[in-house]
């Protein structure tokens, strides 16, 4: 089965679940709990080892990913949307909290993420429209990075045109 195949079914999880997961500093899969396991379809011997992008949908931009782990390496956590791919092809969105881990000299050593169901309302009337956007600004480049630097750019441009950083725009979004 091909890693990008899509069955275009969307599954969820319950409200009072949370998907847990830890990675290294590479984004490579150290825990997952069991909602995650039964969530994406991996047994935990498939995931453990694993890039964290193993769950990855191929139509989130990666413009946001670049936005998280630019975040996350500046040793601040980041509330994001994020629409995940299972094991067989069915996607699954969730709002995700992801913090750094630190050692005891204020290294990071790692990543640790929470995610919880998102509200539907939100996907649907911004966060989609959003990434859609920003998925047809990165596919219009020819090179990779380019296409991922200029959806940057654009995500950079809806910000100001809100007035706002993106931590309060997701904030806002959730208080809406």
Same mark, same amino acid.
């Given at each position: ?10 599954v969820s999880f319950g409200n009072d679940e949370i998907i847990v997961s830890k990675t290294n500093l ?32 191929? +139509? ?42 630190? +050692? ?56 100001? +045109?809100?007035?706002?950083?993106? +931590? ?9």
């Amino acid at each position: 089965m091909s890693e990008n195949f899509l069955t275009g079914n969307e599954v969820s999880f319950g409200n009072d679940e949370i998907i847990v997961s830890k990675t290294n500093l590479k984004g490579h899969i150290t825990y997952c709990n069991d909602v995650f396991l039964r969530v994406s379809g991996y047994t935990e011997k498939e995931l453990l080892g694993q890039p964290h992008s193993i769950i990855r949908h191929p +139509d989130m931009p990666r413009s946001v990913f670049k936005l998280l782990w630019d975040t996350l390496a500046g040793g601040s956590e980041i509330f994001a949307y994020v629409n995940n791919r299972t094991k067989k092809g069915d996607s699954y969105w969730v709002l995700a909290h992801v913090t750094p881990s630190w +050692d005891a000299r204020r290294n990071i050593i790692g990543y640790h993420s929470n995610r919880r169901v998102p509200d539907r309302s939100l996907i649907e009337q911004t966060i989609a429209p959003l990434y859609a956007k920003l998925l047809a600004e990165e596919k219009s480049h020819a090179n990779r990075k380019t296409g991922m630097q200029a959806a940057y750019q654009t995500l950079v441009e809806v910000l100001k +045109d809100a007035g706002m950083e993106y +931590d309060e725009f997701i904030a806002t979004l959730r208080a809406a």
